[in-house]
């Protein structure tokens, strides 16, 4: 079955560019979303299908796939920005989770 | 603006039957994919099933056997049943809506429903 491989934590410089990889075997041909969660939260959509921004997400938030890597970019981290991050792919009718990744500003 | 409402039991014996419900407010369960998703403490997000308003539906195959997702249109609602739980069944339970056209990207989320197995 299709795993998707995520580093558990990420550490950013408050106001510095944070990148939080989703890696998976040719990741790049397929739909890659992006959800942000804050402790004791739901989960909230970031980004989905790779690079669109739901309403609401500011601008500082962006994504990229290629090959076997999606990548959710964050520029100008912010203290708020401080959460779980977790990517999420569909695959062969079923829904894949990356196992979440720890976002640290610093 | 579309909401979810989710309410269920939340303390469970070993061996009894979670069940679930999700209520849609705000909009109709037409053109979308509805969703049960976990989370066991301090784990990552796990996918349950999904279900349209026409019930058709796909479940996770590791979960198969013992889930039923069932959909009540005249409700505006959709359920979750899972049989035989045990322990490793202790999670916060979701609903959420896929959204229709993106892959199922889960654009809308219910509040949580933590559901507890201990005997």
């Known amino acids: 079955s299709y795993e998707v491989i995520q580093p558990l934590s990420v550490s950013v410089a408050l106001g510095q560019t944070a990148r939080i990889t989703c890696g998976g075997n040719n990741i790049g041909y397929k739909n890659v979303h992006w959800y942000q969660q804050r402790p004791g939260q739901a989960p909230v959509l970031v980004m989905y299908?790779?690079?669109k921004r739901p309403p609401g997400i500011p601008e500082r938030f962006s994504g990229s796939n290629s090959g076997n890597t999606a990548t959710l970019t964050i520029s100008g981290a912010q203290s708020g920005d401080e959460a779980d991050y977790c990517c999420?792919?569909?695959?062969?009718?079923?829904?894949?989770f990356g196992g979440g990744t720890k976002l640290t500003v610093l | 603006q579309v909401q979810l409402q989710q309410w269920g039991a939340g303390l469970l014996k070993p061996s009894e039957t979670l069940s679930l419900t999700c209520a849609v407010y705000?909009?109709?369960?037409?053109?979308?994919?509805w969703n049960w998703i976990r989370q066991p403490p301090g784990k990552g997000l796990e996918w349950i099933g999904e279900?349209?308003?026409?019930?058709?539906?796909n479940n996770n195959p590791s979960l198969k056997s013992r889930v039923t997702i069932a959909v009540d249109t005249s409700k505006n609602q959709f359920s979750l049943k899972m049989s035989s739980v045990t322990a490793a069944d202790t999670a916060m339970y979701f609903c959420a809506r896929g959204l229709a056209g993106t892959g199922s990207a889960f654009d809308i989320w219910g509040q949580g429903t933590l559901v507890t197995v201990s005997s």
């Open positions: 279900i349209n308003d026409s019930g058709n539906y």
């Open positions: 705000g909009g109709s369960l037409s053109g979308n994919y």
């Open positions: 299908r790779d690079n």
């Open positions: 999420q792919v569909w695959d062969t009718s079923r829904v894949v």
